[in-house]
């Protein structure tokens, strides 16, 4: 299936580690550049595993990200 870049239209949050591998920068940055409302955050220091790694930084992306569009916000 493929998506148009007009088929997504919710918030949409992509997180990624700079030393990824498995899912390297340059293609999240490619999927966030095709999606209007994309908002993408690299951490410096991660790997794939940007939850675990970067742990309190996370959180406290997704919790912002989350609160931010929240509904009735």
């Known amino acids: 299936m493929r998506l148009s870049r007009h088929s997504i239209s919710s918030a949409d949050h992509h997180r990624v580690g700079r ?25 410096d220091e991660a790997g794939h595993l940007v939850f675990s790694e970067e742990r309190e930084t996370s959180l406290e992306v997704v919790t912002g990200f989350l609160t931010a569009h929240a509904s009735g916000a």
């Open 19 to 43: 030393h990824d591998s498995i899912s390297p920068p340059r293609a999240s940055r490619a999927i966030a550049r095709g999606i209007p409302s994309a908002q993408l955050i690299e951490f």
